[in-house]
């Protein structure tokens, strides 16, 4: 009513001052990670990021991240957001695919994965382009596509290098079975077979050439061929026969000097 008390009631004011939180101030991703705002490591208490140091529009959790970019982070204690906030800046580690090209092999190779050939680091190799699956090393290759990445830093890379494999199947050289005489001592180099760089062995399976001086007798040879580096698995057989002649029969004879014998009469 006008009359102001003599006794007064005290108030104790505390300002909180809630401190930024604690992070590394830079911190590395893989592009092929998919980052975003719920990877990046901080100490503190409900966090909350923006895109500065003073934006009032707190960032998605899910907010993709971006190489070079700056985030900024704030705590809250007791109801109370800090002022000031922690910037951490992000990188992001694209790693490039590796240098790779088209290869091929033969059949007989039986090669692997491990007989690829690309240039880069820790080379992984995939049956597509997105496959999550790595191919194992013994990995039996066919005609097709395989794709390599690499690995740098821990960071494998998005893209693949396409590389087309062509597994060469040679085939075998075409021949009939062929005869000689016993007289004409044959050998392989009087073979007959129709491919390229023919090769004769004595069974279908034998690694071991037979030499052209080798002299034929009757029985089974076999014939491959070799195209592009590549030698036929599969061998032609020729069977040979030799032909050893028996010696006519005859008694000895006579003439009289006056018959005028000739060879014709014996």
Not at 146 to 158: D, L, P, R, W
Not at 209 to 216: C, D, P
Request: hydrophobic share 35%; proline share 2%.
């Amino acid at each position: 009513n006008g009359c102001e008390s003599i006794a007064r009631t005290e108030v104790v004011v505390t300002i909180q001052d809630t401190p930024a939180p604690t992070a590394t101030s830079q911190q590395e991703f893989c592009s092929n990670e998919n980052a975003t705002i719920a990877d990046l490591v901080i100490t503190g208490t409900d966090i909350r990021w923006y895109a500065s140091a003073t934006s009032t529009t707190e960032l998605n959790t899910n907010t993709s991240l971006v190489n070079g970019a700056s985030y900024f982070a704030s705590q809250t204690e007791n109801g109370c957001e800090s002022v000031n906030r922690t910037e951490v800046m992000v990188t992001i580690q694209d790693t490039p695919a590796p240098t790779a090209q088209n290869q091929e092999f033969c059949i007989a190779d039986n090669a692997t994965i491990a007989d690829l050939v690309a240039i880069g680091q820790n080379i992984k190799w995939y049956d597509s382009a997105t496959s999550t699956t790595e191919l194992a090393t013994t990995t039996v290759l066919t005609s097709g596509s395989y794709f390599a990445s690499q690995t740098e830093n821990g960071c494998e890379s998005v893209n693949r290098t396409e590389v087309v494999v062509t597994i060469q199947d040679t085939a075998a050289p075409t021949a009939v079975d062929q005869e000689f005489c016993i007289s004409e001592n044959a050998t392989i180099a009087d073979l007959v077979a129709i491919g390229q760089n023919i090769k004769w062995y004595e069974t279908a399976t034998s690694t071991t050439e037979l030499a052209t001086t080798t002299v034929l007798s009757s029985g089974s040879y076999f014939a491959s061929q070799t195209v592009n580096g590549c030698e036929s698995v599969n061998r032609a057989e020729v069977v040979v026969t030799i032909h050893n002649t028996a010696v006519p029969t005859a008694v000895d004879q006579k003439f009289c000097i006056a018959e005028n014998a000739m060879i014709a009469n014996l």
